[in-house]
């Protein structure tokens, strides 16, 4: 068990194409906790495996208020998707930074369970929201992507500054 490193944009890792898990076994477990582990320290809703620089199709979630509902997600694929809806997005790869964007309302999904198991599942909502997101990182896109190229050179001088401020030295007062 352990906490990773997240990766933040514009860090060009964050574009890999995750591949397909083939071997179910102890080293998949041990990802997937680390992803829960870090996902929960880091109070975010949901974490892709992309974010921690592993390039496998894993994502994990838990959007429940009680944060006691961890979903983990192998080889995801969405089979159908239904309706629109716009929410205001963050991720942990961009933090501070929230902009609306417009997804699938509902969404079919099928997957894997860290051991193998298939199993295929409805979500709405906030929860069709952050799959949708998190499989976005597998495919190494980010949210940001779907702002204007202007805005998308905002977010990156805001992250700049943001960054500058927090190694600076403290001042002597
Ligand atoms: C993706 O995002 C998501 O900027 C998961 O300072 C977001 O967990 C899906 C976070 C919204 C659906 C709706 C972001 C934490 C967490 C920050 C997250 C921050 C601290 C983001
Ligand atoms: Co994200």
Redesign the pocket.
Known sequence: MAIREILEFPDPRLRTQARAVEEFDGQLANLVEDLFET?YQ??????AATQVNEHVRVLV?D?SDERNRPMAFVNPEIIERDGTQV??????S?????AKVERAEQVRVRARHPDGTAFETELDG?SA??L???MDHLAGKL?VDYLSPLKRQMVRKRLEKARRQDNRVPSAT
């Open positions: 996902m880091e109070q975010g809703i949901g974490l979630m959007t929410y205001e997005e963050g991720c942990l961009v933090p501070g930074i929230y906030l929201v952050c949708q997101h998190e949210f």
